[in-house]
């Protein structure tokens, strides 16, 4: 059983950066086909696609994002990790991270609980 787990602030100050870690136990990220991801949920809206390592490390970013989006991973830790620059209150949300069959999607066959996350000063 694949289980992931979000770490990071709860409360991030406008133009700052978010910085989430996913923490992946049960599988390994480099093993192939899979791509792991990152997906938010605003509050009253639905889950958007954020971006994606694949297992070769290649990186994947929504085209609305991508100027702003940097995700990395740690293979030794089993951890991949999401950076967004300058917030602003619309990335208030729920991140999730997820394992993925493919990109550009929210499709998952397992996620982690989810972590609020507010941005605000």
């Known amino acids: 059983q694949v289980q992931l787990q979000e770490s990071g602030p709860g409360l991030v100050n406008p133009s700052q950066t978010l910085s989430l870690t996913c923490t992946v136990s049960?599988?390994?990220?480099?093993?192939?086909?899979?791509?792991w991801s990152w997906i938010r949920q605003p509050p009253g809206k639905g889950l958007e696609w954020m971006g994606a390592?694949?297992?070769?490390?290649?990186?994947y970013y929504s085209p609305s994002l991508k100027s702003r989006t940097s995700i990395s991973r740690d293979t030794s830790k089993n951890q991949f990790t999401l950076q967004l620059s300058s917030v602003t209150p619309e990335d208030t949300a729920v991140y999730y991270c997820?394992?993925?069959?493919?990109?550009?999607?929210?499709?998952?066959?397992?996620r982690g609980q989810g972590t609020p996350v507010t941005v605000s000063s």
């Open positions: 049960g599988g390994s990220i480099t093993t192939k086909s899979y791509y």
């Open positions: 390592i694949a297992f070769s490390g290649s990186t």
């Open positions: 997820a394992r993925s069959p493919q990109v550009y999607s929210t499709e998952y066959d397992y």
